[in-house]
Every structure is written in structure tokens, then in C-alpha cells.
């Protein structure tokens, strides 16, 4: 009978050992370990193959609560392991055979690897994201500037609200998208790195707001970020911002596509 | 991490209170690029495209598309 247990892999660091991130559960209460290997050491867990294998993934990655659970579990490892050594994490649900394929993947990984551990060690992840504001009331500002209707019809004034709305509402959108290049170029000079990420689909954000700056910021540990961009964003009214952070270096860990 | 309420317009999350999408982001999305054996074949727009619809269920209700 083949073996149906796989290598769930969490993540890549330097002078992670066991006992550092023993109290922290892996994927259905599996018990962490880590495989040295060339300097270098991965978090794993057993998995049920029937679970996180091929088809497996296909079914449960339609599952959101399937994929919340193992999102968070990652990311409390992930954490755990960042607390002891530099960090690099992976990509959600990365599963090996066995610890010799575990190995074979740290080999062909190695040299990028040490180049993410060094980038990232001593430093964390802040996510910036910034909103543009909510417009007044469509309406009033118009009507105040077009005035009652004239001889040429209540048609033509209606239209010409409709325009000078189109036209504010293009308007809003260009200082808003101008502001935040702007605020995202500031705190950069406070990060070692900055990355934009693809702004969310407002139907995930449950934001009134439309995104306008969905970036990700590499911060030594010691840097007060969160007041930096909390005295930065006086600078533009028009945006609403929300820091969110330490998180792990999960957008700055990239290993380049082999 | 840091929680604050001062009167700017900046607001922090707690570790507990990350958004899903917000980790998902980063598990998922471009930022994270080891591939590992099994979900080779899963990985890319795939995935992204898998995650985007399961969570549109959850916030719009499973007729609606993409």
C-alpha cells in the first residue's frame, strides 16, 4: 500500500531548530519539524495526501473555510519560525513526498534562498493600503455650479449635470491615484524595499472606497513605521490609509522563477 | 504589532484581526513564488482565480461571476 503522507512545507530560515517553534501546532494539530539541510532549515508537518494532494487541493481550495483554516495555521507557523530566525515562507500548500524531495528543493533553491534570507533577516512586512475618499454626494456640487434650468430645457441641464458628475468623478479618481504614487514614494524612504500588489477587488474589501495603493513595505524591525505613516498621511486628505503589521517578509522573500 | 486609536486616519490591525484577502494576498498572489511538487499544476491564475471566486461566494452569493 503506497504511503499517503506528504511533507507539508511552511517555510525556509536560518537557525531554526524544533524547540523554537514547539509550541506552535501545525496543520491539524501536526507536530512541527524541520529538516537541515546545507545551512538551511525547513519548517515541515505530515499531511494527509488525501488532503493536500493534487486532487485534494483541487476540491479543498474551493472550500473557504477549508482555505481560511490552513491559510491561518500557515501563517502562525510562518510567525512562529520568524520569531526565531530569518524567514522565508511559502507559497500555501507547497507539499513534498518526503524529506529527501524536501532536501532536493532546498538544493535547487539554495543560492536564492540565501539571498531572500539576507534580505529579509532583522527586517518585517508592512502592509499599506490606501482608499480614495468618498466624494460628496453626487448632485449637489453640480447643481450649485449649474444652476436652475435655463431656456435650453430641464433635458439639457440634466445632461449637463451627468457631465460635470463624469468629469469630477475623473477628476477625484486622477488626485487620488496622484496622491497615493505620492504617499507610496514617502514611506519608501523609510523601508528597505517597497512592492505594489494588485489593488483588491472592492467586493473582498467590503470598503466603501475604491483601493487606490495596495503596497507592501520591508521595514528594518526597528523602525516605527506605523507612526511614520500615521504622520504622513496628514499630507493628503483626500486618502483614507490603513497599516497593518508586523507581518512575515511574504512579499519580499520572492525567489526569482527558476 | 501595534494597535492605535490616535486621531489620525491611519488605522492598525491586530494579527487576529487580518483580513483573509490581506493573507491571502500574500499566500497566494505573486509575492510568495516556491512551488512546491503537488500544486505545480495548481499554481498561477488558477489559484488566484480559485480563491477570488470562493471568497465571492461567501460575500455575494455563488451565482454571480467574476
Same mark, same amino acid.
Given at each position: 500500500m503506497p504511503d499517503r503522507t506528504g511533507r507539508y512545507l511552511y517555510a525556509i530560515g536560518r537557525g531554526i531548530d524544533e524547540e523554537g517553534i514547539a509550541r506552535t501546532p501545525g496543520l491539524r494539530a501536526a507536530r512541527l519539524c524541520v529538516v537541515e539541510h546545507r545551512g538551511l532549515a525547513a519548517v515541515v508537518s505530515d499531511v494527509d495526501l488525501d488532503e493536500f494532494g493534487e486532487d485534494g487541493l483541487r476540491r479543498n481550495l474551493e472550500d473557504l473555510q477549508w482555505l481560511e483554516e490552513v491559510a491561518r495555521t500557515h501563517d502562525a507557523v510562518v510567525r512562529a519560525a520568524t520569531a526565531v530566525g530569518p524567514t522565508a515562507p511559502l507559497r500555501l /500548500?507547497?507539499?513534498?513526498?518526503?524529506d529527501d524531495q524536501v532536501r532536493s528543493r532546498m538544493d535547487q533553491w539554495h543560492d536564492p534562498l540565501v539571498r531572500a534570507l539576507d534580505r529579509v533577516d532583522g527586517r518585517v512586512e508592512f502592509s499599506v493600503k490606501a482608499y480614495a475618499a468618498q466624494p460628496e454626494p453626487a448632485g449637489q456640487a453640480a447643481t450649485a455650479r449649474s444652476g436652475p434650468a435655463t431656456g435650453s430645457g430641464a433635458g439639457a441641464a440634466y445632461l449637463q449635470r451627468r457631465r460635470e458628475e463624469t468629469l469630477r468623478r475623473e477628476q477625484a479618481g486622477q488626485d487620488a491615484a496622484r496622491d497615493a504614487e505620492a504617499l507610496y514614494t514617502v514611506l519608501a524612504e523609510h523601508a528597505v524595499a517597497g512592492r505594489r500588489l494588485q489593488p483588491q477587488d472592492p467586493r473582498l474589501t467590503r470598503?466603501?472606497?475604491?483601493?487606490?495603493l495596495n503596497a507592501a513595505y520591508l521595514v528594518d /524591525?526597528?523602525?516605527?513605521f506605523t507612526d511614520t505613516v500615521e504622520q504622513a498621511?496628514?499630507?493628503?486628505?483626500g486618502l483614507q490609509v490603513e497599516v497593518n503589521g508586523p507581518w512575515p517578509p511574504y512579499s519580499f522573500a520572492t525567489l526569482e522563477e527558476q | 504589532m501595534t494597535s492605535t486609536s490616535v486621531a489620525s486616519r491611519a488605522r492598525t490591525n491586530l494579527p487576529q484581526d487580518v483580513a483573509l484577502v490581506d493573507l491571502l494576498d500574500r499566500?497566494?498572489?505573486?509575492?510568495?513564488?516556491?512551488?512546491?511538487d503537488v500544486v505545480v499544476s495548481l499554481a498561477g491564475v488558477d489559484l488566484v482565480r480559485i480563491r477570488l471566486q470562493a471568497l465571492l461566494m461567501t460575500v455575494r452569493g455563488p451565482e454571480e461571476e467574476l
Amino acid at each position: 500500500m503506497p504511503d499517503r503522507t506528504g511533507r507539508y512545507l511552511y517555510a525556509i530560515g536560518r537557525g531554526i531548530d524544533e524547540e523554537g517553534i514547539a509550541r506552535t501546532p501545525g496543520l491539524r494539530a501536526a507536530r512541527l519539524c524541520v529538516v537541515e539541510h546545507r545551512g538551511l532549515a525547513a519548517v515541515v508537518s505530515d499531511v494527509d495526501l488525501d488532503e493536500f494532494g493534487e486532487d485534494g487541493l483541487r476540491r479543498n481550495l474551493e472550500d473557504l473555510q477549508w482555505l481560511e483554516e490552513v491559510a491561518r495555521t500557515h501563517d502562525a507557523v510562518v510567525r512562529a519560525a520568524t520569531a526565531v530566525g530569518p524567514t522565508a515562507p511559502l507559497r500555501l /500548500a507547497t507539499v513534498c513526498f518526503d524529506d529527501d524531495q524536501v532536501r532536493s528543493r532546498m538544493d535547487q533553491w539554495h543560492d536564492p534562498l540565501v539571498r531572500a534570507l539576507d534580505r529579509v533577516d532583522g527586517r518585517v512586512e508592512f502592509s499599506v493600503k490606501a482608499y480614495a475618499a468618498q466624494p460628496e454626494p453626487a448632485g449637489q456640487a453640480a447643481t450649485a455650479r449649474s444652476g436652475p434650468a435655463t431656456g435650453s430645457g430641464a433635458g439639457a441641464a440634466y445632461l449637463q449635470r451627468r457631465r460635470e458628475e463624469t468629469l469630477r468623478r475623473e477628476q477625484a479618481g486622477q488626485d487620488a491615484a496622484r496622491d497615493a504614487e505620492a504617499l507610496y514614494t514617502v514611506l519608501a524612504e523609510h523601508a528597505v524595499a517597497g512592492r505594489r500588489l494588485q489593488p483588491q477587488d472592492p467586493r473582498l474589501t467590503r470598503h466603501e472606497g475604491t483601493m487606490v495603493l495596495n503596497a507592501a513595505y520591508l521595514v528594518d /524591525a526597528d523602525e516605527p513605521f506605523t507612526d511614520t505613516v500615521e504622520q504622513a498621511v496628514d499630507r493628503w486628505p483626500g486618502l483614507q490609509v490603513e497599516v497593518n503589521g508586523p507581518w512575515p517578509p511574504y512579499s519580499f522573500a520572492t525567489l526569482e522563477e527558476q | 504589532m501595534t494597535s492605535t486609536s490616535v486621531a489620525s486616519r491611519a488605522r492598525t490591525n491586530l494579527p487576529q484581526d487580518v483580513a483573509l484577502v490581506d493573507l491571502l494576498d500574500r499566500l497566494l498572489g505573486t509575492g510568495v513564488v516556491l512551488a512546491g511538487d503537488v500544486v505545480v499544476s495548481l499554481a498561477g491564475v488558477d489559484l488566484v482565480r480559485i480563491r477570488l471566486q470562493a471568497l465571492l461566494m461567501t460575500v455575494r452569493g455563488p451565482e454571480e461571476e467574476l
